[in-house]
């Protein structure tokens, strides 16, 4: 049965794998490239279609006309795609020892060659013969392409960005004295932070040399991401909605327009520095939580928030342990300072509110971020807060014990804790709660009957909490009135 089922799941894949077509374009000169077409359901010449280019990676080079189809392709063959996003598919294969775009990928920088590469400019040929076999809307032309692909992305939007609508370049690079030549078209870069194959600061440079030139690229970088970028990237949800959304003549369709009020933009729409939780799944969470928040906004009016990541969304019992107060729950698994400051307007500050009770921090050292930068954005939180209302009272709890991790945890804990210290301890209107002393097991780790996971308070830990806050709220006459 188990044998069965895997040949038919073969066999359904086989099958949807074929709906893009076997093709080769052979040049006047004799030389040739093999590419797969997907057409859109039920076409119809009458209408115009919008076209993608998909170039692969360096991995799925050779002749067999195949193997370009592996990563990024399977996209386009999804049944809602198909249906929602009409469109031509090109997916061309490089031949084994060239590439897309003859320059150099080990390095922080790149020049570009003086012509396209041998296999681009048979790929653009195709393209243009396409154009001439089938009804292709020439004002919605994309092109998106991972590694060496996302290095011929860059290489087609530089050369010729009249031709592009939108890019979509994942974990490549290019010239960046040539990159301010690509600023009208849509660009949505991607990246891994931790890219041990293409230096991210190949796309990081790409995406500041556009927008000094009054570019408005878009750029999600994902912290802990190796090579293998484009598996998230491909997932995002806004991707296809905001690539099909663009058209020449329109000019660039900003992201605002085409995702949902309170979806989490891309990383370098945020304010300040430092790391956004990468992972599809954060995304979505963002989305749910804050969409819940903001049809309760005018009950939440005048709460004490709780902001903070998943220990502070874990708190399922907080109106319970607080009786004598409002509260609010704002926070949000995963997240980090610079997500907090992404959304402290409409989750905190417009609800206006009696305290802000704020834990956040341990995300942003898990994922690379130095405490000086994470003290850095929790004392821009604080001085967004007071810069609404200067008599809104800071509880700062001092980021919590977690499982020791060599070089990092507790070192860079108590690091960061100290330079909250330093920089807030003076504030009238800051308090600290030492939440780090309180869950400390005497080596900087917390302790297992507390912290099951050794990250997150179980309700032991949380009565625990709830005890060392009482006196500071107390204090601060923060009671329901």
């Not at 115009?48 to 006309?65: C, I, M, Q, T, W």
């Not at 012509?115 to 040929?125: C, F």
């Not at 997150?456 to 601060?476: C, Q, R, V």
């Amino acid at each position: 049965m188990k044998l069965l089922l895997a040949l038919t799941m073969a066999f359904a894949t086989t099958l949807r794998a074929d709906d893009y077509e076997p093709r080769t374009y052979t040049a006047p000169d004799g030389s040739s490239i093999p590419y797969r077409l997907l057409k859109p359901q039920n076409y119809d010449a009458a209408k115009k279609y919008p076209v993608v280019l998909f170039l692969h990676g360096a991995g799925e080079r050779g002749s067999d006309n195949q193997s370009q189809l592996r990563h990024g392709a399977p996209l386009f063959l999804k049944p809602e795609v198909r249906e929602k996003f009409a469109c031509f598919v090109v997916a061309p294969q490089c031949p084994t020892g060239q590439k897309w775009a003859d320059i150099d990928w080990s390095g922080s920088t790149a020049t570009q060659a003086a012509e396209m590469s041998a296999p681009m400019k048979l790929v653009v040929a195709a393209l243009d013969g396409l154009e001439k076999e089938f009804s292709i809307d020439l004002d919605r032309q994309y092109v998106t392409g991972l590694s060496m692909g996302g290095f011929g992305s860059w290489d087609l939007i530089t050369r010729n960005p009249d031709r592009w609508a939108a890019a979509a370049p994942i974990c490549g690079g290019g010239d960046a004295t040539k990159a301010p030549l690509a600023k009208s078209v849509a660009i949505w870069a991607f990246h891994g932070g931790s890219d041990p194959t293409v230096p991210v600061a190949q796309t990081r440079g790409m995406i500041a040399a556009i927008k000094a030139a009054g570019g408005s690229p878009l750029y999600s970088e994902y912290p802990t991401f190796t090579h293998d970028s484009w598996t998230n990237a491909y997932q995002e949800p806004e991707l296809l909605p905001w690539m099909f959304a663009q058209k020449h003549g329109l000019g660039i369709v900003a992201f605002s327009k085409i995702a949902p009020l309170l979806a989490q933009p891309p990383s370098n729409l945020f304010p300040s520095d430092g790391p956004i939780q990468p992972g599809v799944w954060f995304r979505g969470l963002w989305l749910q939580r804050r969409t819940e928040w903001a049809k309760s906004a005018l009950e939440d009016q005048g709460a004490v928030v709780f902001f903070g990541d998943s220990i502070t969304q874990g708190w399922g019992s907080l109106a319970h342990d607080f009786p004598n107060l409002k509260v609010a729950n704002r926070g949000i698994s995963g997240d980090t300072t610079r997500g907090l400051l992404g959304r402290i307007k409409g989750d905190v500050l417009d609800i206006h509110p009696k305290a802000v009770n704020l834990l956040i921090g341990t995300n942003d050292l898990s994922l690379g971020a130095e405490p000086g930068l994470v003290a850095e954005n929790i004392q821009q939180i604080v001085t967004q807060i007071h810069a609404a209302d200067a008599a809104v009272p800071v509880i700062i709890d001092k980021v919590m014990p977690r499982g020791p991790q060599a070089g990092k945890f507790p070192e860079e804990i108590r690091e960061l804790n100290q330079l909250l210290d330093a920089r807030l301890r003076g504030d009238a209107m800051v308090r600290f709660c030492d939440t780090f002393a309180l869950f400390d097991d005497g080596t900087g780790s917390c302790k297992k009957d507390e912290f099951p996971d050794m990250l997150h308070p179980n309700a032991a830990g949380y009565t625990k909490w709830t005890a060392a806050l009482e006196p500071i709220f107390d204090e601060l006459k923060l009671e329901k009135k």
